[in-house]
């Protein structure tokens, strides 16, 4: 009798994927898919215990609905057929695009692909790498619903995210400078393939067009690998890549790039190219933007292409395009990267950019831009959020948004007053600054936002009057709780750049431009 007993409780696992709850079906709980998922087709993903019961509501009610629509559907084996649902599913599609991207079952023997460290890597890339990296909304999480359907369909891609997950887990959150080094050589591999891929896959002819947007997403992943694992040089070369890839393709203007490569493509190239619309142009263009403002260099392309990217007038596009969504749609307005901080960005760019242009000028020269630099100022002090995007967020979410938000704008003004208008760090304006950033990071620090902090960490730090042992020491433990979760090795970076300011300043280096200062420090650090 109790064996039965013992049978009953084991039919149903606590621990099964989603859609076999679902179902109300025992799952054998393989990962990344289980056995029901894969035979049937299924989407099939594994929901950990730190998921709110809002998201696990989003998940289950995509699910189900995946599931109702694989029941009605039944897809012919010919080419023909394909193209034909495609066209008449275009709408629907079009509407599953902004979902959340579950789990892709694996009929594309991606599990053939990899050995078994290959399948850990790829599932911590999905229940928890991805996650924690976006701070948007679960429905706008890029990393999980545009990167992994591309890692099914280009290698490159697949093995520039094992390298980023490699990368994570060869960092340890209790040493700061110690490194696991059988993740490191995962890491290293998995970079190498990802990159003879890219160079050995450059398509030609009429799918070009399309095809260099896996490119340049494996470039970005790539990146974002990079600067997880703490390089100050690699980043830098990537990001060039990336930036003849546009260049190449679309022309010196990048603002063009969804005019020019969303042009209606034929449903054979909609079979080759599934993924593609305008949000996922969107996304990997505003990918590069991030990555490339996110640091003391010019940016790639002049601030202005950037600007009209975002602002651009949705009336003036073609007829061809018009499928591209509304300017000012929530897919614009709440970045995973980036949240509802855009305009702050844009402005931290030409904030970087003037600086640049000013350092080969004499004083006199400098003055004539006077104008330029007020100007900026008034526009930071201006700066409000989006009241559309913090409509579409949910209530318990706003007010970190806004905190983040109000730390962003406080930071670059901060940056503003060090770099273009040389205040000296023992100003009061700039001392009232820091104390409003320091409450301000209190408050968003250990939550979900935490992973954006990294810029206004490393302004905090370096606006530190020399004396001043409590606010270092107050710094230093901030660095210390952030890094026993996120464990990205930029912040690391962060610290120890702020360090080595401190020791120049004790030692009687006053080097009052920072960007200067980081430039002779040979630092070439990426925030983003």
């Given at each position: 009798?109790?064996?039965?007993?013992?049978?009953?409780?084991?039919?149903?696992?606590?621990?099964?994927?989603?859609?076999?709850?679902?179902?109300?079906?025992?799952?054998?709980?393989d990962k990344p898919v289980c056995r029901d998922c894969f035979r049937l087709n299924f989407p099939c993903i594994y929901i950990s215990e730190s998921v709110d019961k809002q998201s696990l509501k989003k998940i289950k009610?995509?699910?189900?609905?995946?599931?109702?629509?694989?029941?009605?559907?039944?897809?012919?084996?010919?080419?023909?057929?394909?193209?034909?649902?495609?066209?008449?599913?275009?709408?629907?599609?079009?509407?599953?695009?902004?979902?959340?991207?579950?789990?892709?079952?694996?009929?594309?023997?991606?599990?053939?692909?990899?050995?078994?460290?290959?399948?850990?890597?790829?599932?911590?890339?999905?229940?928890?790498?991805?996650?924690?990296?976006?701070?948007?909304?679960?429905?706008?999480?890029?990393?999980?619903?545009?990167?992994?359907?591309?890692?099914?369909?280009?290698?490159?891609?697949?093995f520039a995210i094992l390298a980023w997950s490699a990368n994570h887990l060869s960092i340890s959150s209790s040493d700061e400078l110690r490194k696991d080094e059988i993740f490191v050589s995962l890491a290293n591999k998995?970079?190498?393939?990802?990159?003879?891929?890219?160079?050995?896959?450059?398509?030609?002819?009429?799918?070009?067009?399309?095809?260099?947007?896996?490119?340049?997403?494996?470039?970005?992943?790539?990146?974002?690998?990079?600067?997880?694992?703490?390089?100050?040089?690699?980043?830098?070369?990537?990001?060039?890549?990336?930036?003849?890839?546009?260049?190449?393709?679309?022309?010196?203007?990048?603002?063009?790039?969804?005019?020019?490569?969303?042009?209606?493509?034929?449903?054979?190239?909609?079979?080759?190219?599934?993924?593609?619309?305008?949000?996922?142009?969107?996304?990997?263009?505003?990918?590069?933007?991030?990555?490339?403002?996110?640091?003391?260099?010019?940016?790639?392309?002049?601030?202005?292409?950037?600007?009209?990217?975002?602002?651009?007038?949705?009336?003036?596009?073609?007829?061809?395009?018009?499928?591209?969504?509304?300017?000012?749609?929530?897919?614009?307005?709440?970045?995973?990267?980036?949240?509802?901080?855009?305009?702050?960005?844009?402005?931290?760019?030409?904030?970087?950019?003037?600086?640049?242009?000013?350092?080969?000028?004499?004083?006199?020269?400098?003055?004539?831009?006077?104008?330029?630099?007020?100007?900026?100022?008034?526009?930071?002090?201006?700066?409000?959020?989006?009241?559309?995007?913090?409509?579409?967020?949910?209530?318990?979410?706003?007010?970190?948004?806004?905190?983040?938000?109000?730390?962003?704008?406080?930071?670059?003004?901060?940056?503003?007053?060090?770099?273009?208008?040389?205040?000296?760090?023992?100003?009061?304006?700039?001392?009232?600054?820091?104390?409003?950033?320091?409450?301000?990071?209190?408050?968003?620090?250990?939550?979900?936002?935490?992973?954006?902090?990294c810029f206004p960490l490393f302004i905090y730090g370096v606006c530190i009057r020399i004396h001043d042992m409590e606010k270092k020491i107050d710094l230093e433990a901030k660095f210390d709780d952030i890094l026993k979760?996120?464990?990205?090795?930029?912040?690391?970076?962060?610290?120890?750049?702020?360090?080595?300011?401190?020791?120049?300043?004790?030692?009687?280096?006053?080097?009052?431009?920072?960007?200067?200062?980081?430039?002779?420090?040979?630092?070439?650090?990426?925030?983003?």
């Open positions: 009798m109790s064996y039965g007993v013992e049978k009953l409780k084991l039919k149903y696992s606590k621990h099964g994927c989603i859609t076999c709850k679902i179902r109300k079906k025992r799952c054998s709980e009610a995509d699910i189900q609905r995946q599931l109702v629509s694989k029941k009605r559907k039944h897809t012919g084996d010919s080419v023909e057929q394909v193209a034909v649902a495609t066209y008449a599913h275009q709408s629907y599609d079009s509407e599953l695009d902004n979902q959340i991207y579950l789990s892709k079952p694996l009929e594309d023997c991606i599990s053939q692909k990899l050995d078994s460290m290959g399948l850990q890597l790829y599932n911590y890339y999905r229940s928890h790498l991805a996650n924690i990296i976006s701070i948007a909304p679960m429905n706008q999480n890029y990393y999980l619903n545009i990167f992994l359907p591309m890692a099914h369909e280009n290698d490159g891609i697949l998995y970079t190498y393939m990802s990159l003879t891929d890219l160079k050995t896959n450059e398509a030609s002819g009429p799918y070009a067009k399309l095809s260099f947007l896996y490119s340049l997403a494996q470039i970005l992943i790539l990146c974002g690998s990079e600067i997880c694992q703490g390089d100050v040089k690699f980043w830098k070369i990537l990001m060039n890549i990336g930036k003849n890839l546009i260049e190449n393709h679309v022309g010196k203007d990048i603002s063009r790039i969804l005019t020019t490569t969303t042009e209606e493509p034929s449903l054979e190239e909609k079979i080759i190219f599934p993924n593609f619309n305008s949000v996922v142009k969107y996304w990997l263009i505003v990918n590069f933007i991030y990555h490339d403002i996110l640091n003391f260099n010019t940016t790639s392309f002049p601030i202005e292409q950037y600007e009209k990217f975002f602002q651009r007038d949705h009336n003036s596009l073609p007829n061809s395009v018009s499928f591209i969504e509304p300017v000012g749609s929530p897919i614009e307005e709440i970045d995973p990267l980036i949240g509802i901080n855009k305009p702050i960005l844009l402005l931290l760019g030409q904030v970087t950019n003037l600086t640049r242009f000013l350092q080969s000028m004499e004083q006199e020269e400098m003055l004539e831009h006077g104008d330029k630099i007020l100007s900026l100022q008034v526009e930071i002090y201006r700066l409000q959020p989006s009241l559309m995007a913090l409509d579409i967020l949910d209530n318990d979410k706003k007010f970190y948004y806004l905190e983040l938000f109000e730390i962003m704008k406080i930071s670059t003004l901060m940056f503003f007053q060090l770099t273009l208008l040389k205040i000296d760090k023992d100003a009061l304006e700039l001392q009232i600054l820091i104390n409003k950033l320091n409450s301000k990071l209190d408050r968003v620090i250990g939550t979900f936002l935490e992973g954006s902090l979760r996120y464990k990205c090795y930029n912040f690391q970076n962060a610290r120890l750049l702020v360090r080595k300011i401190w020791q120049n300043e004790a030692d009687g280096i006053r080097e009052h431009d920072l960007v200067h200062m980081i430039d002779e420090l040979d630092y070439n650090i990426n925030f983003a």
